[in-house]
């Protein structure tokens, strides 16, 4: 069936910083319609009605084409219906320029990449519940305030204008808030409305299915200040989540922007690989919240491959706590040290170095490349110089198993003192002192 691309008779003007997920969710609310469908008529899914598959790379990129009916849909411009998707935010936010394959020859378009980078959330969003239920005004009251589109960045953890701490999980079922995988693993669809196929339900309303109960949605209101309490915004954080905020501002330029972000996103990763010993320039709550990240990383770890890696849950130590605090915790104490001037900066990482991971660990993920590239030169060359890559010792190394107290293996003792003492075998006693 032919997708209808003539303008629709009703709908809704997208809000400011309001997410495409948000906005038809919006929408079907108020034409009494699934999202999913909602999605269909704008173009974003297949020929069929019953399609109910959007990928969640469209949160990331609409290319020009689809842009320009769905704005010719809606009634908007194609400039709005961009804002709907990160894609504006490229030149101010490095994970939303990775999000995307650009062009590499003419002809050739922008595509959304199936797996969104480290401080991207693809598979849920942090929500502040003030914010969701609206201004007071008349379509806000019928249809609910706005799923923001920065609460799909890692670095928004805090709502400045409410002073509280964004939530990112529901308090009904505790799944993260606005699920949009297809299954619970790795390898399933990353869809961009969980449950499209359900209408009903408020814009508000978790859409998570209960574990163990497919055919029964969780449709907890989130919307409700007064039934999930909120932890009070410390004003460092407030402060600092101020100063990201305007980062994606145009009063700031984008390259400064860019660079700014980048420098943090390679500290991150240092303060979380070398966790604990920048634990006390945090309270023991903010403190607690990043060990409970780390843990559950851990527990990922054994079975960790870079193709079956889930999202927003990666094992990298580039990948930020999901819950508020953790998140703002970690950002914090990285706000923190690239603060000083670059001599103290550069004791701070020298006193990190002996903590520090060897910088070939699958764990660093893209970080150092992500630090030539896109840092500053200025902390590229304080971050280098401190956390310098340590030489590789060529010799042949002996297992740690190999020595103890009682047991020496003796192939081993002779290949060790042969090869570093110049001692032959037969000068080898077959029994040694302890000492």
């Known amino acids: 069936m032919a997708v209808p691309d003539h303008r629709m008779a009703r709908c809704l003007v997208p809000l400011p910083d309001e997410s495409l997920p948000g906005f038809a969710l919006r929408l079907g609310h108020r034409l009494h319609l699934p999202p999913g469908h909602i999605l269909w008529r704008l173009g974003l899914l297949g020929a069929q009605t019953t399609a109910t598959i959007a990928p969640s790379g469209r949160l990331f990129f609409i290319d020009p084409v689809r842009r320009e009916r769905l704005a010719r849909i809606i009634g908007t411009t194609a400039q709005t219906v961009d804002q709907l998707t990160l894609h504006p935010l490229a030149r101010r936010f490095p994970p939303a320029a990775h999000a995307v394959s650009w062009p590499r020859g003419p002809g050739e378009l ?3 990449r199936q797996i969104a980078p480290p401080w991207i959330l693809s598979s849920f969003s942090r929500y502040c519940p003030h914010c969701l239920a609206g201004d007071g005004s008349a379509v806000q009251e019928r249809h609910g305030g706005p799923w923001r589109r920065r609460w799909r960045l890692a670095t928004s953890f805090a709502c400045v204008r409410h002073r509280v701490l964004l939530k990112h999980e529901c308090p009904g079922c505790h799944q993260p808030s606005g699920l949009a ?3 619970s693993g790795p390898g399933h669809h990353l869809l961009l409305i969980g449950n499209p196929g359900l209408e009903g339900l408020h814009p508000a309303a978790c859409r998570n299915t209960q574990a163990g109960q497919r055919a029964v949605t969780c449709g907890y209101r989130l919307d409700k200040p007064a039934d999930a309490p909120l932890g009070t915004l410390p004003q460092n954080l407030a402060e600092l989540q101020f100063r990201l905020d305007r980062l994606l501002d145009d009063e700031t330029a984008p390259e400064d922007a860019f660079a700014t972000f980048a420098d943090l996103q390679t500290i991150t990763a240092v303060v979380l690989a070398t966790w604990p ?6 309270p023991f709550e903010q403190g607690a919240a990043v060990d409970e990240h780390l843990a559950a990383q851990e527990k990922r770890l054994p079975g960790f491959t870079v193709q079956s890696a889930p999202r927003d849950e990666g094992v990298f130590w580039t990948y930020l706590p999901r819950a508020s605090i953790g998140a703002g915790a970690v950002l ?3 706000d923190r040290l690239l603060s000083l001037p670059d001599g103290e900066l550069m004791q701070e990482l020298g006193r990190l170095a002996p903590r520090c991971p060897e910088r070939d660990g699958k764990r660093w993920g893209a970080t150092w490349k992500l630090l030539e590239r896109e840092a500053t030169l200025v902390r590229r060359a304080v971050v280098q110089q401190a956390l310098r890559k340590r030489p590789v010792d ?10 103890s107290r009682r047991q020496v293996i003796p192939s081993l003792l002779a ?4 090869g570093c003492q110049g001692f032959a075998s037969e000068n080898i006693p077959q029994e040694l002192p302890d000492q």
């Open 181 to 183: 995988a297809n299954g």
């Open 332 to 334: 914090s104490i990285a």
């Open 110 to 112: 922008p595509k959304p």
């Open 415 to 418: 290949l060790k003192i042969e």
């Open 277 to 282: 010993a920048t634990a006390d320039m945090v």
């Open 394 to 403: 060529r010799r042949r190394r002996i297992p740690s198993t190999a020595w």
